[in-house]
């Protein structure tokens, strides 16, 4: 079958130890083979979470360098507007409707169970579904004529629907490389996008906003383009009704969660347009620029760790196993955030007016939001809540979310007055919300084996 084919590969193997490691029967002493070759194994492991995760957060470290460099070469109302409108791809993210996040749920979660025949079925059925998402999008660039009313606001909003086209099939693609474990192509192919992000930043310098708008497009549509050439799934099963409805009952709640989770954390960006209009939206980007860097090694942990969460699940049925892997990655983003925020907090005063003295009176909001990035990296572990489809304790959480991100950067704006107020109420809020998750993922992983589907 399609699904023991990969799952039989060397990578894949190595990176399935994070499952086997934690709930395998302990060796005993006189099983020297058997021991020697658990370490081989982890070893391995350990190599290929390594490379995945240097890749990856070489891919968002150039990705931040590029866009810090960008702020040299464009004022703050300009980055504003770009900013402004990228709020469009968050929002016109619904358009796959939550076929992608079912699959990344269920395609590990039924390699678990070992059902091959079923994962061949979904992975067909949402790609189905991913291609009419894309579609939407594209259908959509016309009306940026209707909406607005100037050239750069028009081209720009069109740019970012047309990016968001691919970055939909994208989504579907990555989802089939992280249930086939493919994490070693996944990180050659981030290292190829380094490389693109670095070729194409003179269009930025010498075509300024427009310049960024291709940018964003040739990125979006050169990645897809990649991903789609190297995917793990040649040959997939065809639509089902049956399977969509599947994909639909788990990933539309995902969906949703996933969703309201990245509105609630733009609402920041909002309170700051309402508040200050575009210029104190561009004032913020070194801060976004900082949040960025800060849940890099993070937001990579929990790319590697949720599937293998949903294949353990899979396989074991209990959900108290899940507990150690959300504790670990909760722990681990902690101390790796924490001094990389002392670093950034420390340095923020003399580097920024040094290199960016446009963007010098952003400086107070540039440490408080690194003391916000801690716990938003921290914050990966909810993924477990994913795993077990705990919906009652994700919307607790989400709902949690979405008031805390609007109530208390807008108070930190009104009481306190530009960035900084924002900014230092932004850090408040995700401090509750770790602790929130914290609370959360142990809750739902207290549960007694089988209650899950």
């Not at 086997?20 to 058997?34: C, D, N, Q, V, Y």
């Not at 609007?406 to 924002?422: A, I, Q």
Request: glycine share 10%.
């Amino acid at each position: 079958m399609l699904a023991v084919r990969m799952l039989d590969t060397t990578e894949n193997r190595a990176a399935a130890v994070l499952t086997e490691a934690s709930t395998s029967e302990p060796l005993r002493p006189g099983r020297l083979g058997a021991l020697a070759s658990a370490v081989r194994r982890r070893v391995s492991a350990s190599g290929t979470l390594f490379r995945f995760s240097s890749a990856s957060v070489a891919m968002n470290a150039a990705t931040m360098i590029c866009n810090i460099i960008i702020l040299r070469w464009l004022a703050p109302d300009t980055m504003g507007l770009w900013q402004s409108l990228l709020l469009i791809g968050t929002y016109a993210g619904i358009a796959q409707g939550g076929v992608t996040h079912g699959l990344n749920r269920e395609l590990p979660f039924r390699l678990g169970q070992g059902s091959s025949e079923l994962v061949e079925e979904l992975a067909g059925t949402a790609r189905v579904g991913a291609l009419a998402g894309s579609g939407l999008c594209l259908l959509s660039m016309p009306f940026t004529w209707l909406v607005f009313s100037e050239g750069a606001e028009r081209w720009g909003a069109a740019a970012v629907l047309f990016g968001t086209a691919a970055q939909i099939y994208r989504q579907y693609l990555i989802a089939t490389y992280k249930a086939a474990r493919a994490f070693e192509t996944l990180a050659r192919i981030h290292v190829a996008e380094i490389v693109a992000t670095v070729a194409t930043l003179p269009l930025v310098f010498w075509f300024g906003y427009y310049g960024l708008a291709i940018q964003f497009v040739v990125l979006r549509w050169g990645n897809v383009l990649l991903v789609h050439a190297f995917r793990p799934l040649r040959q997939v099963g065809r639509f089902s009704w049956v399977r969509m409805k599947e994909l639909y009952g788990t990933g539309i709640p995902l969906f949703a969660f996933g969703y309201l989770s990245d509105v609630a954390r733009s609402f920041p960006r909002v309170v700051l347009l309402a508040l200050g209009g575009v210029t104190w939206v561009g004032l913020f980007a070194p801060a976004n620029a900082i949040i960025g860097a800060l849940i890099l090694i993070p937001g990579s942990l929990g790319i590697y760790v949720y599937p293998q969460m949903s294949y353990r699940f899979g396989r074991t049925g209990d959900p108290a196993s899940l507990w150690p892997m959300a504790r670990a990655t909760l722990l681990w983003s902690l101390v790796v955030g924490l001094p990389m925020a002392v670093c950034m907090i420390a340095v923020a005063p003399s580097l920024l007016p040094a290199l960016f003295p446009a963007y010098s009176a952003s400086i107070p909001a540039v440490q408080w939001t690194a003391v916000a990035g801690v716990f938003l990296g921290a914050s990966v572990a909810v993924n477990a809540l994913a795993s077990l489809k705990a919906y009652k304790h994700m919307f607790t959480f989400v709902g949690a979310r979405m008031v805390l991100l609007f109530v208390l950067p807008w108070l930190g704006g009104r009481c306190c007055g530009g960035t900084t107020g924002v900014a230092a109420g932004m850090a408040a809020a995700y401090a509750v919300d770790f602790v929130i998750v914290l609370l959360l993922v142990r809750s739902a992983t207290s549960v007694p084996a089988g209650f899950s589907k």
